[in-house]
Each structure stands twice: as structure tokens, then as C-alpha cells.
């Protein structure tokens, strides 16, 4: 196997291992009385907690990725979300059993902006496209959650303790393979630094000669000093509040979608519930997997996946027949996958405007895991009102945003790293070499048209 596709297999097996180790406590949730006393609220709070760790860990990662090495820090996260699974196997009381969640998340919010920023590195590095990268990354996501549920049923027998102490040892051996998958010098960070000023030289050549003494220094810190640096937040908020959108929804089908689907069942509903969950999942993988093979522009992505999403929500409104609800989700799941694919490569592509990208990446993320909190929270209140309002409601404001950025695209008609995604790779073949001129100075401040 090549260098870079090990280091790639690597990074993708950390991705599975985080998204595993989300869901496979779900299966375990009756244990939590016997095991720790955990009752209803502790319940709650169990998986509360831990998305709120893993939520508010994300800036801090992002800020330690900036200031230290992406390899190193995914590492020690991987470790402190291993020594969490280890705690949680052990816990005997309530206490013991949050405060183990709470380890676990802040090391799976940790290690989120170092996989995004090892992700950029390799696809530097190997000259992969991103849209490529994304749709794998987001695939072993999708597979991750399928893993998770599927080893703890199949390890029912060997129990909680023994399942997450093996899943701990797991872990900090992915956290291992990390260090081996991330590129550790910051070498190419340079190289984009330097390689904007002949760009930044060409349109100056029609400029006062004054210009000329400055091209090194600089014109390379352009971007530093203008307005691309005070800007980048605003794109990563703006993505981040399209990815908490996507999870918002997503999270809140979790707990009312098996409940509407048992209201229509006329056979076993948990039966039921796993075919349209499953079959939803596995359009997600597919669709990202595909959608990552063809770079179409992050508008275009946004607006499908809005649409399909609005239609999707809306269609299970119809009807609690498990067939129709089963068609309606993986309409659904594929609009969830497209945006899903959207933000990511936004955010990945954001880096071409910005030395932040850690930071970025950290907002993102802490702005995006918020949908996981809020979604069970408003789809189990909306139930209660009505049984189709939920699905009617998210449905109608996914359309309103569909309008809101056909509206916004009428002015400003291209996303941040539209220039960047096609710059080092995939521009490099269209434009030749216009393409490297446009990564640095527009992503940001004023993106492109493409």
C-alpha cells in the first residue's frame, strides 16, 4: 500500500472509531439502572453531558491545533477519550458514570479539529481533491454509526465492562495510528504562503513601481492584514450553522421517528424501526461516497440537499406506513448527506483563506454538535402537540432556507474555498495558472463566482 493511502486508511479508521464509540452505548442504556443506579434523568444527562463536552472541547482543540502539531494533539485526544471509555466500563455510581462521559467527550471534541486539519494536510500533501476526501471522510462517519450499534449487539454476551475496555484499547491504539497518519511538519503551511506573492505580482504589474520592493513580505501577509482574517469566523458561524441544522433535524427524527413508525406498524416495530433506519444510513454512505467523486459547486450542494431534505420531512408527514416513511427518510438521508458534504468542504476549504484553520474548524464544530443538543430536545416537544408537526415544520424550514440562499445567491454567487477546492488540484488541471492566483486573496472576503 502507498504511503498515502495508509495514512488516509489510518485517519478513516480514527473517523469510524469516534462515530463508533458515539453509538454503541445506545444498546446499553437498560444496564445503566443495575450497573450505576442511573436513572431517568441520569440517563439524560449521560448522553447530555457528553455532547456538551464534546461541543465546548472543539475551540479548544482547534486553538491547541494552531499553536502545536495536529498529529501530536489528535494523539492525546484519542488517549483522553480512551481513558473515558475506560472509566465508563469501570463505573459502579452515578457520579463516577458522568464524570467518565464527560472525559470521553472532551476527547472526542478535542480530536475533531486535528482530524479536519490532518484531512487538509493529506490532501495538500498527496494533492487529493477535497471534494474526494469528503466524501470518504464523511462515508467512514456514516459506517461508523452503523458499527457501533452492530458491535454492541454482537457483544452482548461479552458485556458492557469487557466491551468497553477492548473498545478503549482500540482507541488508544487509533490514537497511535494517528501520529503515523497525520503529516507532522508544518512545512506546507510555508509553501502557501510564498506561493501567492508571484501571483500577488502579476495583476501589480501595472501598479506605481513603489509596489514593487514589498512583493516578499508584504504582499504575502495581504491576507493577514486585510479583511480575509476578521472574516473567516463569519464563514465558519454561517457553516456551522448549516451543519446544526443538518444534526438539529437528524437528531431530532432519532427519538420520534421509531415512535411514529410503532403508531403504523402492523409487524414488529423494532423490526421495523432498524429496516428504515438502516436503509436510511446506508443512502447516506452511498450518496457521500458518490457526491465526493464530482466537485460541484458548495452552492449547488447546499441548495440540494435543502431540497431534498424539505421534501423528504414533508412526505413522512403523509402517512406512518413504514413503506412510505421508509422512501420518505432515504430521500431525506440524502439530502442530510449532501449537507453534510457542504459544510465540511466549506469549512476544509476556508483554510486556503486563513492560518486559523484550527480555530476554524473549533467554531465550527462547537456551532454544529449544538444541533445534537437542541434536536432531541424540540422533535420529542413538537410530538407532543402533533405527530406530524414536526416533520411538517422542519420540513417548511428547510425550504425557507432554500429560498433565503437562492436569495442571497443572487448577489453573492459562491461560497468560501470555491477558489481554494480547485486551486491546488483540480484548478491547477481547468486554468492553469490562474488557478493558484485566486486561493489565496478571495475565498473569504469576497468569494468567487464559480
Known sequence: MKPGRRRIALLLAAVISVNASYTVMIPFVPDLEDRAGAGPVVVALTFALFAGAKALAQPVGGWWVDRWRADRVAMLSMLTAAAGIALTALARDSATLLTA??????????????????????????????????????????????????????????????????????????????????????????????????????????????DAPAADAPAADAPAAGPTPTRWWVWALLLGGLDMFTFLVYSALEPLLPEYLSSGADSSARTVISAVFVAGLAVSGLAMWLLGRFTLPLRTLAATGLGFTAVGLCAMAATAHFVAVGLSFMVYMFGYATLFLTARRGIVELKAATSDDGKAFGLFGLVSDLGNVLGPLLGVALYAVNHRLPFLLLGAVSGLV?????????????????????????????????????????????????
Not at 198 to 207: E, G, I, L, S, V
Not at 415 to 421: E, F, S, T, W
Request: glycine share 12%; with cysteine; net charge negative.
Open 402 to 450: 432554500l429560498l433565503a440562499l437562492a436569495a442571497v445567491a443572487r448577489r453573492r454567487t459562491g461560497l468560501p474555498g470555491a477558489a481554494a477546492q480547485s486551486g491546488p488540484v483540480a484548478g491547477a488541471k481547468a486554468r492553469g495558472a490562474d488557478a493558484p492566483a485566486a486561493v489565496p486573496a478571495t475565498t473569504a472576503a469576497e468569494p468567487d463566482g464559480r
Open 101 to 210: 462521559r464527560v472525559v470521553w467527550g472532551i476527547g472526542e471534541g478535542l480530536v475533531s479539529p486535528a482530524l479536519y486539519a490532518g484531512m487538509t494536510a493529506l490532501c495538500r500533501q498527496h494533492e487529493i481533491p477535497t471534494s474526494r476526501m469528503m466524501g470518504n471522510f464523511g462515508s467512514a462517519a456514516v459506517a461508523g454509526f452503523l458499527l457501533g450499534p452492530l458491535i454492541a449487539g454482537a457483544a452482548v454476551p461479552v458485556g458492557l465492562t469487557g466491551l468497553f475496555l477492548a473498545g478503549a484499547v482500540i482507541t488508544a491504539a487509533t490514537a497511535v495510528g494517528l501520529v503515523l497518519a497525520i503529516p507532522g511538519q508544518q512545512a506546507p503551511q510555508p509553501e502557501e504562503e510564498t506561493e501567492p506573492a508571484p501571483a500577488a505580482d502579476a495583476p501589480a504589474a501595472d501598479a506605481p513601481a513603489a
